[in-house]
């Protein structure tokens, strides 16, 4: 089914229903208009495809090229271009108002690899019960952990309070080439 759709993609050779195209390619030696007949007749003898590129035209532009190589590079151009793309995901870390150095260093070496993959980190302070009266050490847990990576990332986004909930986030900085 997957084959069927490429093919249908592109109209080659007797399946090209306009009765004058552009004919163009590496191997034409006069490029021009031509009847359906000579340029089908040009691609014969070159012992390649006649392959309808630009069906809106007018004259339909046909390249004389062999389309199974054709359909292999269109193929490796999609590869590379899905290759260069990234997907940004976010990390989170979750700290208490009263979090220990020793808990707090750990979850900031973790938040340095995940800024160093090309990550976001979303890092917040949950306040459980009556731990909400602490505010202002969740707010300032949050900055020092914004200052800690402020070589490895940007703040997005300040410390804020929803709910229970204090969160800050922090984007990767674009790595240097």
Request: net charge positive; hydrophobic share 35%.
């Given at each position: 089914?997957?084959?069927?759709?490429?093919?249908?993609?592109?109209?080659?050779?007797?399946?090209?229903?306009?009765?004058?195209?552009?004919?163009?390619?590496?191997?034409?030696?006069?490029?021009?208009?031509?009847?359906?007949?000579?340029?089908?007749?040009?691609?014969?003898?070159?012992?390649?495809?006649?392959?309808?590129?630009?069906?809106?035209?007018?004259?339909?532009?046909?390249?004389?090229?062999?389309?199974?190589?054709?359909?292999?590079?269109?193929k490796?151009?999609?590869?590379?271009?899905?290759?260069?793309?990234?997907?940004?995901?976010?990390?989170?870390?979750?700290?208490?108002?009263?979090?220990?150095?020793?808990?707090?260093?750990?979850?900031?070496n973790?938040?340095?690899?995940?800024?160093?993959?090309?990550?976001?980190?979303?890092?917040?302070?949950?306040?459980?019960?009556?731990?909400?009266?602490?505010?202002?050490?969740?707010?300032?847990l949050?900055?020092?952990?914004?200052?800690?990576?402020?070589?490895?990332?940007?703040?997005?986004?300040?410390?804020?309070?929803?709910?229970?909930?204090?969160?800050?986030?922090?984007?990767?900085?674009?790595?240097?080439?």
């Amino acid at each position: 089914m997957a084959k069927e759709n490429q093919q249908n993609e592109h109209r080659i050779n007797r399946a090209i229903r306009a009765p004058f195209v552009r004919v163009t390619g590496d191997n034409v030696d006069k490029p021009g208009v031509y009847s359906i007949r000579e340029a089908l007749d040009i691609a014969e003898q070159l012992e390649m495809d006649l392959v309808e590129i630009v069906p809106t035209a007018d004259p339909p532009v046909c390249k004389v090229i062999d389309y199974q190589k054709f359909l292999y590079q269109q193929k490796r151009k999609q590869k590379e271009l899905q290759s260069k793309t990234h997907t940004m995901t976010i990390k989170e870390l979750r700290f208490g108002p009263q979090t220990d150095d020793h808990d707090y260093n750990f979850k900031l070496n973790h938040a340095k690899r995940f800024l160093d993959e090309g990550n976001k980190v979303k890092a917040y302070v949950f306040f459980k019960g009556r731990s909400i009266v602490y505010k202002e050490q969740g707010e300032i847990l949050l900055l020092k952990l914004a200052n800690d990576l402020e070589e490895y990332g940007k703040i997005d986004q300040m410390p804020k309070l929803e709910g229970k909930k204090m969160q800050i986030v922090i984007s990767p900085k674009p790595k240097k080439k």
